[in-house]
């Protein structure tokens, strides 16, 4: 029977540890393929947007955050893994303004070729994270695949005013990342042996950061969007939060918040499928400087996993709330602006 220290998770992946979603292109021509959604004046929030999750009001002072999200390993650890899953997971609940309530894992596990052991890490992982968000398991649901995959399904509460969509920017804002980017491309670099155990525990502890303190730090504050950055990368989360809200916006890519080596890794040609497609579906509504290669575009798409929280914020509290963001403990950066020039564009400079 192979033990839990002795597997290498990622290897059993056909996406080679790589936890990208299905590219955007795709998917809207997918959903363009289904019947429209029957309306619901109670639906605040569904498919006729990009946004991280559904919203149902249950009445005028409480609706439902509903989201899922699983892909197979990107860290060969269990336990790791079951913590990254269930943060990314969770963290579509608070870039809605919401707060985690419960939720249901969804798993796919070869139980005939891996050690039960291997699976009730991954899910001790998920439980430790679930009770630092405040959330309770109530079930799940498995299967057996010849491909691990885990994740959850998550719902949470918020009062109807106070959703945060992707959809309100306003020009002016200012644009604050809650945590660094590059993740996808360290994560294929641990399939190819290219980082040390210090560099794996670095970004993993990344991921497996919740974006709670970010949430709630935020939640005094005149937030006007927010979305969280995961696998369509950060120019494709906040090309959405453009394109939603009718606006422009002028990315400052020093100011951007990089992962350790990222670049060095990028430069050697570590860059994962899911990156060159983010960057494909939105280069050509993106201005880059004539002066920025190919490399440091590809950064800016880098398809993360349990990313940081992009938000759009009073440009007057802008600076406060980042100072509150670094007293928190949170890697956060200011990043950019929201313009009224070049609606459903970004300016990168």
Same mark, same amino acid.
């Given at each position: 029977?192979?033990?839990?220290?002795?597997?290498?998770?990622?290897?059993?992946?056909?996406?080679?540890?790589?936890?990208?979603?299905?590219?955007?292109?795709?998917?809207?021509?997918?959903?363009?393929?289904?019947?429209?959604?029957?309306?619901?004046?109670?639906?605040?929030?569904?498919?006729?947007?990009?946004?991280?999750?559904?919203?149902?009001?249950?009445?005028?002072?409480?609706?439902?955050?509903?989201?899922?999200?699983?892909?197979?390993?990107?860290?060969?650890?269990?336990?790791?893994?079951?913590?990254?899953?269930?943060?990314?997971?969770?963290?579509?609940?608070?870039?809605?303004?919401?707060?985690?309530?419960?939720?249901?894992?969804?798993?796919?596990?070869?139980?005939?070729?891996?050690?039960?052991?291997?699976?009730?890490?991954?899910?001790?992982?998920?439980?430790?994270?679930?009770?630092?968000?405040?959330?309770?398991?109530?079930?799940?649901?498995?299967?057996?695949?010849?491909?691990?995959?885990?994740?959850?399904?998550?719902?949470?509460?918020?009062?109807?005013?106070?959703?945060?969509?992707?959809?309100?920017?306003?020009?002016?804002?200012?644009?604050?990342?809650?945590?660094?980017?590059?993740?996808?491309?360290?994560?294929?670099?641990?399939?190819?042996?290219?980082?040390?155990?210090?560099?794996?525990?670095?970004?993993?502890?990344?991921?497996?950061?919740?974006?709670?303190?970010?949430? !709630? =730090? $935020?939640?005094?504050? *005149?937030?006007?969007?927010?979305? #969280?950055?995961?696998?369509? %990368?950060? +120019?494709?989360? /906040?090309?959405?939060?453009?394109?939603?809200?009718?606006?422009?916006?002028?990315?400052?890519?020093?100011?951007?918040?990089?992962?350790?080596?990222?670049?060095?890794?990028?430069?050697?040609?570590?860059?994962?499928?899911?990156?060159?497609?983010?960057?494909?579906?939105?280069?050509?509504?993106?201005?880059?400087? !004539? =002066? $920025?290669?190919?490399? *440091?575009?590809?950064?800016?798409? #880098?398809?993360?996993?349990? %990313?940081? +929280?992009?938000? /759009?914020?009073?440009?007057?509290?802008?600076?406060?709330?980042?100072?509150?963001?670094?007293?928190?403990?949170?890697?956060?950066?200011?990043?950019?602006?929201?313009?009224?020039?070049?609606?459903?564009?970004?300016?990168?400079?």
């Amino acid at each position: 029977m192979i033990q839990s220290n002795s597997v290498k998770l990622t290897s059993l992946s056909s996406k080679g540890g790589c936890g990208c979603k299905i590219g955007p292109a795709d998917l809207a021509e997918v959903i363009r393929m289904l019947p429209p959604t029957t309306l619901n004046s109670d639906l605040l929030v569904g498919l006729d947007t990009s946004d991280d999750a559904g919203v149902y009001r249950l009445n005028d002072d409480l609706a439902l955050v509903q989201t899922v999200d699983f892909f197979t390993p990107i860290v060969d650890d269990p336990y790791s893994f079951g913590q990254v899953a269930a943060a990314n997971a969770i963290s579509d609940i608070y870039a809605m303004g919401g707060k985690p309530l419960t939720a249901l894992n969804i798993v796919a596990f070869p139980i005939a070729t891996l050690d039960k052991h291997i699976l009730a890490d991954i899910l001790r992982g998920a439980a430790d994270k679930l009770k630092e968000a405040g959330a309770t398991l109530v079930g799940g649901h498995s299967i057996d695949d010849k491909e691990p995959k885990f994740g959850l399904a998550v719902t949470g509460l918020v009062h109807p005013q106070k959703i945060r969509t992707n959809t309100g920017a306003r020009p002016g804002d200012k644009l604050i990342l809650t945590k660094p980017i590059g993740v996808g491309i360290l994560t294929s670099s641990i399939k190819k042996g290219l980082l040390t155990s210090k560099e794996i525990a670095r970004v993993t502890e990344v991921m497996a950061t919740l974006n709670k303190k970010a949430a !709630e =730090t $935020m939640e005094s504050y *005149d937030v006007h969007a927010c979305t #969280d950055v995961t696998g369509f %990368g950060l +120019l494709g989360h /906040a090309l959405e939060i453009a394109k939603g809200s009718g606006v422009g916006i002028r990315m400052i890519q020093k100011q951007v918040p990089i992962l350790e080596k990222v670049r060095e890794l990028a430069e050697k040609g570590v860059i994962p499928g899911g990156t060159k497609n983010n960057y494909a579906h939105i280069k050509g509504s993106v201005s880059f400087p !004539e =002066t $920025m290669d190919q490399v *440091d575009q590809w950064v800016l798409c #880098d398809a993360v996993t349990s %990313g940081g +929280l992009l938000i /759009a914020v009073e440009v007057e509290q802008a600076e406060k709330l980042l100072s509150e963001l670094h007293q928190v403990g949170v890697e956060a950066g200011l990043i950019g602006e929201v313009i009224e020039e070049e609606a459903g564009r970004i300016v990168v400079i």
